[in-house]
Each structure stands twice: as structure tokens, then as C-alpha cells.
């Protein structure tokens, strides 16, 4: 039987069209970003039309009024930290449970501890840590990148364990044959082997902490350090009913993760794919 | 008992940190927060223990059995949307069509951005444009902001939800749908079995661990919401779009309902867990291997 390759134009169609739904909102941010107030009426047009000239004035505004060199800098510090130490030490952790979980219980019992800490909602921890993080010191954008190390470790240890089964132990026990020992092993052959699963919890880290409000809103207060998303709810009052304003600051905010997101699209895609199907 | 060898000692060295790393951040706060729960603790000052009377309130709070019903309603409104939304998005996704990649690239883009400015986003378009749209068409129930409306606001954090929360599980049920093999589809066609009965009887079966997978998450998500309810309504109006996350956040950090949001808190995880558990046993049952 011949197998059907014709391509389906009516849906093709009709998925195109709907791409409107996810293009629309972005769009009439995009075009608000750029009038002026007085071109703001109270029709649709007003709204959605080009604007008459294209400014980047609101932009340059919107700049100033939220710190947004340094929200950035502040984001892009706790992601990539994050990011940096979760693969380091989810993954060793990981290959400590994961090599260890079939023989002996106590490994086991570990490992069911630390995936299970994927339930507990923020909430419940939430009230005691803004008193634990503020006793120790760590009230600030070190604390956030600590609670995230912890907050992810349920689904990273998870992930790495899993793909560890499919690195056979024989080519551990040959290096340690050679004289090498158990850190070293680890270091030059599995974390290299183990590649594709630290693109995976980059990805999933990434997404969930680039994007988070309540742990830096709870945690950092106080510290006049804004993230992006935190440096919106906070300013949004002096936005007042200047929306042009608001809205070129909005843009601001969503430029960066849409760059890494077109940039790291396949790897992006897969990986929350991966995770899911893992997870 | 036995001598450490080299290997176990480095095992050890390394599990011992992280497992206390994990006990400070998230055992002991949650062991706090239960020991508080029986406290009539302010969030400041002196406090007192004070058996199960927060539970007891709780059941009794207008406030909180109200953040409760909107949660619930979201949560479960939600979850049908999303799931029925991106299972025939995954479909249509991974049908024969042009344009396939970029296409499922764009419909992910609701969820790399973030829920707050999202929100701020979808707030201006439902308080100007569509009442704008409505005005101009003369249509009478759309002239007034959905946000504004004690009785619909919800619909309008829902739909941002759901906006957001379908890319998410579309990419779920298209890696899901890739796992069912060609030669599956190939016997259907042979057997005469049109459209429909090949997507109950054979497609959906095979991608039941992918819909546990989806329902658990997108529940537990949906269930969770924050950042849509502060940047779309901050709760109201009058307070009909207060979720349990949003009012333990803001009467227990602020409103000097330290413990007593507490035991909200504790409920609240109860919850979140036996509805997971309820969801993954009940599939799991469900699940049929090829």
C-alpha cells in the first residue's frame, strides 16, 4: 500500500489563522509601545493602528523609570546561576542516587525523599522561609539562587537519575580500573556523557526561573534589587495611565527571553518535551 | 558493620551536602510552617499555641472558602480547556501539514513569557479593546470589562491561563502522539475504521500516559495560580478572584495572618497532593502498552 504524503492545506490553513491568537496580544503591545499618548484615542484604531511615527522615546523612558539595565543584570545573574550550579550539582547528586539506588535502601529512601519535594507547593514554604532566609543573611539574590537550587533539585535529580540508566556502569568500572577514582570518573567520562540531559534541565531551570515572581517578590523585598517581572509589579504605579510607557517597558521585559527562545528553539522544544516524557 | 571503600566515602561526601541544602530550604520551612499553623502567630510580636483552632476557622472562614470555590472552578475549568484545547492542537500539530516546525514553535511562544506581563497585556486588552470592539459592533455584553464583573472576572483569568498553559501541553501530546507507530495507523485504515473510531479506540488509548502526564501537571499549575491574578485583578472584585495561593501570600505576609494562613497552607498542600495521587492512580489503571 502506497503510504498518503499529500499535504493537508485546509488545516495548514486554518493553523496559520490561528496563530492570530498568540500574535494578537504581542502585536497590539508592540504598536502601543511605540505612540504616543496623545495618539492613544478611545476606539479600537486608536489602539491598533500604526503609530505616526516610529519612536523609540518610550523605550528610552521606560529605561530609566525601571532600572532596566540593572533588573536585567539581576535576572540574568540568578538564571545563569542557577542554571550553573543545578547541572553541577543536580547531576552529581544524581549520579550518587542513580548508581547507588538499585543496591542499597538507604540511597532509595534518599531518592524518595528528594522527588517527593516535587509536590510542596511555594506556599507552604513561603512564610517560613522569608523568616529563615532574613535570620540567615540570605535575603537577597544569593537566597533566591539557593531556593531555586533546592526548588528544582526534585525534578533535575529525577531527570538525571533516569538518563543515567542508559550509561552503562561497565565504562565506570574500566576507568577505575586505570586508577581512577570515583570524583575524577565522574567528572571526565559520565558528566560529558550526560550532555543532553543538561541541556534538558537548563531549559526547564531556565523557563521556570527567568519568568518567577513570588520567591524574588517575598524573598528580596527590601533589598531595592528588582528581577524583570518584579521590576514590572513594582514600577507599575509610576506607569500610572501612561500605558505607552507601561507597554514599552512590558516589550523590554519580553525581548530577552524571546531572543534565547528563537536562538535555542529545537533545544527549547525538545527539552520540555524531554522533561515531561521523564518526568 | 562494613568498612567504607574510597568509592562509598566520595558517594557519601557528596550526597551528605545536598541532602542538607534540601532539609534547610524545604523540610525545615515546611516543618515550620505546620508547627505555626497551631500558633495564633501575627508574623511579629508574641504568640501563642493554640491547638487546632486555625483548622477549625478555616472550615468556617467566608474569605477563605470563597478562594477556595474560585481555585477549584479555575483549576477544573482549566484542565478540561487545556487538555481538550492542546490534545486537538497536537493533532492538527502533527497532522500532514506545511510550515510544521515553525508553526509549533509560535503556538509555544505563550509559554516562555511571563504570566505577570501576560497579565498586564491581556488586562489592557479585555479593560479597552474588547469593550472598544464591543461599543463599535453594538454588541451590549462586551461594551463592559470582563475584569470588572464580580461574577465573570474569573473567565478572563481563566482565559489567560489557558493561553498560556496549552503550548505547554500541546508539545506534551505531540511527543506523545509520535510514540503511536505508523504501522498502528496502517492496520486502521486496513480494518475500514474511519477518523473517529481510529482516535478512541486506538489513539487515544496509547497516549494515556501523556494525558496523566498533562492532567497532573496543568491541575497542579492551574491550581497554584498567582502571577495572572496579581497582575490581571489582584483578587477582585470583591474578591471573587482570590486564589488560595494569592490570599496565603496576602493576608500571611501582610494582613498579620501568619498562622492561621499557615494552616490554610497545609490544607492547601493536602489538597494538592490527593488530588495528584487521585489522578495518577485512577490513569495509571487506564494505561495500555503496545
Known sequence: MKKDTRINWVLTILLVIGTITVFFPLYMAFIIAFKKSSEMTNDVAGALAFPAHWSLDNFRQAMVVTDFWHSLGNSLLITLATIGLAILIHSVAGYAIGRNMAKRKSFRIIYLYIVSGMFVPFSILMMPLVKQTAQMGLGNRLGVILLYLVFYMPMNILLYTGYLKNIPVVLEEAAGIDGANTWRTYWKIIFPMMSPMHATVAVLTALGTWNDVMTPLVIMAGTGENTLPLAQLNFQTQFGTNYNLAFASYILSLIPILIFYIVCQKQILSGVANGAVKG | ??????????????????????????????????????????????????????????????????????????????????????????????????????????????????????????????????????????????????????????????????????????????????????????????????????????????????????????????????????????????????????????????????????????????????????QMTVLGKKEEQL
Not at chain 2, 464591543?134 to 462586551?142: K, M, Q
Not at chain 2, 496502517?186 to 482516535?199: I, R, V
Open chain 2, 1 to 278: 558493620m562494613k568498612k567504607m571503600t574510597s568509592r562509598d566515602k566520595t558517594y557519601w561526601a557528596i550526597i551528605i551536602p545536598v541532602l542538607i541544602l534540601f532539609f534547610t530550604f524545604n523540610t525545615l520551612p515546611m516543618i515550620k510552617g505546620f508547627i505555626y499553623s497551631f500558633t495564633n502567630y501575627r508574623g511579629y510580636g508574641t504568640y501563642e499555641y493554640v491547638g487546632f483552632r486555625n483548622y477549625i476557622d478555616l472550615f468556617s472562614d467566608a474569605r477563605v472558602g470563597k478562594s477556595y470555590l474560585f481555585t477549584f472552578k479555575y483549576a477544573l475549568a482549566g484542565t478540561v480547556l487545556v487538555n481538550v484545547l492542546s490534545l486537538i492542537m497536537a493533532l492538527g500539530l502533527n497532522s500532514r501539514i506545511r510550515f510544521k516546525s515553525a508553526l509549533r514553535g509560535i503556538y509555544f511562544i505563550p509559554n516562555v513569557l511571563g504570566g505577570l506581563v501576560i497579565g498586564y497585556i491581556f488586562s489592557f486588552l479585555f479593560t479597552y479593546i474588547i469593550p472598544a470592539v464591543g461599543e463599535a459592533l453594538n454588541i451590549g455584553w462586551l461594551q463592559n470589562s470582563i475584569l470588572a464583573s464580580e461574577k465573570n472576572a474569573w473567565i478572563g483569568v481563566l482565559i489567560v491561563g489557558v493561553w498560556q498553559a496549552v503550548a505547554m501541553n500541546t508539545i506534551i501530546y505531540i511527543s506523545g502522539l509520535q510514540t503511536v507507530p505508523d504501522d498502528v495507523y496502517e492496520a486502521c485504515m486496513l480494518d475500514g475504521a474511519n477518523k473517529w473510531t481510529e482516535f478512541f479506540k486506538v489513539t487515544l488509548p496509547l497516549v494515556v500516559p501523556f494525558i496523566t502526564i498533562n492532567l497532573v501537571l496543568s491541575t497542579k499549575n492551574l491550581l497554584m495560580v498567582f502571577d495572572q491574578i496579581m497582575s490581571l485583578t489582584k483578587g477582585g472584585p470583591a474578591q471573587s478572584t482570590e486564589s488560595i495561593s494569592y490570599l496565603i501570600y496576602k493576608n500571611g505576609m501582610d494582613g498579620g495572618q501568619f498562622g492561621f494562613q499557615s494552616a490554610n497552607a497545609v490544607i492547601f498542600f493536602i489538597v494538592i497532593v490527593a488530588i495528584s495521587i487521585f
